[in-house]
Nanobody, 115 residues
Framework: VQLVESGGGLVQAGGSLRLSCAASGSTFDITTMGWYRQAPGKQRELVAGITSGGGDTYYADSVKGRFTISRDNVKNTMDLQMNSLKPEDAAVYYC?????????WGQGTQVTVSS
């Protein structure tokens, strides 16, 4: 499975960005998907996750009410709508997909938030 993120960039605090992750290859057995982020000097953290059918979602406390995760299993895509961005949201955001005994990562997309 190959994962390619897009949509990162520079935004002012309070602004919005929409990240997208496109999956290709053997996508039929992908289950849970999620967005992680890693800021300089910090560990990679889970930001939001979504189950295979999209019925259950998870959000880190720091992004609840501001970020929304969604997926389209027909198009094999996953999005992260990020609103009310804060400087502390700045990081490299990674797409993650889980399969039986496997974990897949994208290359990451940079999100920069200016204050």
């Amino acid at each position: 499975v190959q994962l390619v993120e897009s949509g990162g960039g520079l935004v002012q605090a309070g602004g919005s960005l929409r990240l997208s992750c496109a999956a290709s290859g053997s996508t039929f057995d992908i289950t849970t998907m999620g967005w992680y982020r890693q800021a300089p000097g910090k560990q990679r953290e889970l930001v939001a996750g979504i189950t295979s059918g999209g019925g259950d979602t998870y959000y880190a406390d720091s992004v609840k009410g501001r970020f929304t995760i969604s997926r389209d299993n027909v198009k094999n895509t996953m999005d992260l709508q990020m609103n009310s961005l804060k400087p502390e949201d700045a990081a490299v955001y990674y797409c993650n997909a889980q399969g039986p005994g496997r974990t897949h990562w994208g290359q990451g997309t940079q999100v920069t938030v200016s204050s």
